[in-house]
């Protein structure tokens, strides 16, 4: 499956975004899905993950509460809606898909990868 993280940009601190995670080649359905993201210097990150009918949903520590998580089988699209954005929340944003029983917050839990879409969050 081939997925594309598209919707990054410049944005104020306190302001929203949504990303969004194409796919192609396959579909989305049959996949968990998860958004990780990868700041200057730092180690690629968990933020988000669905389950592939979005009935399960986990988020990491430092958005819970301002991100959301969805999916839209039909399109074979999910989504970010990120708001409250602070300037800790600028990086690389990168989607993935995966097939493990449980929706993962590691990287080895996931076997396809977009190519990132950066957000810059200004203070």
């Known amino acids: 499956v081939q997925l594309q993280a598209s919707g990054g940009g410049l944005v104020q601190a306190g302001g929203s975004l949504r990303l969004s995670c194409a796919a192609s080649?396959?579909?989305?359905?049959?996949?968990?899905m998860g958004w990780f993201r990868q700041a200057p210097g730092k180690e690629r990150e968990f933020v988000a993950a669905s389950s592939w009918n979005g009935g399960n949903t986990r988020y990491a520590d430092s958005v819970e509460g301002r991100f959301t998580i969805s999916r839209d089988n039909a399109k074979n699209t999910v989504y970010l809606q990120m708001n409250s954005l602070k300037p800790e929340d600028t990086a690389i944003y990168y989607c993935?898909?995966?097939?493990?029983?449980?929706?993962?917050?590691?990287?080895?839990?996931?076997?396809?990868w977009g190519q990132g879409t950066l957000v810059t969050v200004s203070s």
């Open positions: 080649g396959r579909t989305l359905s049959n996949y968990n």
């Open positions: 993935a898909a995966g097939r493990s029983l449980l929706i993962m917050s590691t990287m080895n839990g996931y076997n396809y």
